[in-house]
């Protein structure tokens, strides 16, 4: 049984930064994609970021240059930095996980608009939200 855990959110101005964080346990893949992926109210689940187990990372057009996504292997957490945050960026953000690496084989256009499809087990979210 897998199970995902996140943790981090809050309330910050716009500018600010948070640093979301996903435990993961129950699992032994030799290959695994895992990502964080968002909802804001009245909207579509879209692809946040995404890192597989060969190195290879993905980031929504919208993210890039202000989110990093990083895995710390020793502590199985998987970890989402985020910089110079909008207002935009509100949303509950999910953490999930799938074995294999297709969905981080998608192209960063298909992995925002339909990547959720592809993981297999979510955690139950994170609040972010962002004032002006």
């Known amino acids: 049984q897998v199970q995902l855990g996140e943790s981090g959110g809050g309330s910050v101005q716009a500018g600010g930064a948070l640093r979301l964080s996903c435990s993961a346990s129950?699992?032994?893949?030799?290959?695994?994609?895992m990502g964080w992926f968002r909802q804001a109210p009245g909207k579509e689940r879209e692809g946040v970021a995404a890192?597989?187990?060969?190195?290879?990372?993905i980031y929504a057009d919208s993210v890039k240059g202000r989110f990093t996504i990083a895995k710390d292997n020793a502590k199985n957490t998987l970890y989402l930095y985020m910089n110079s945050l909008k207002p935009e960026d509100t949303a509950m953000y999910y953490c999930a996980a799938s074995s294999g690496l297709r969905v981080c084989g998608y192209s960063d256009s298909d992995f925002v608009r339909v990547g959720y499809y592809g993981m297999e087990y979510w955690g139950n979210g994170t609040l972010v939200t962002i004032s002006p």
């Open positions: 890192t597989g187990s060969d190195g290879t990372t």
């Open positions: 129950g699992y032994i893949w030799s290959t695994y994609c």
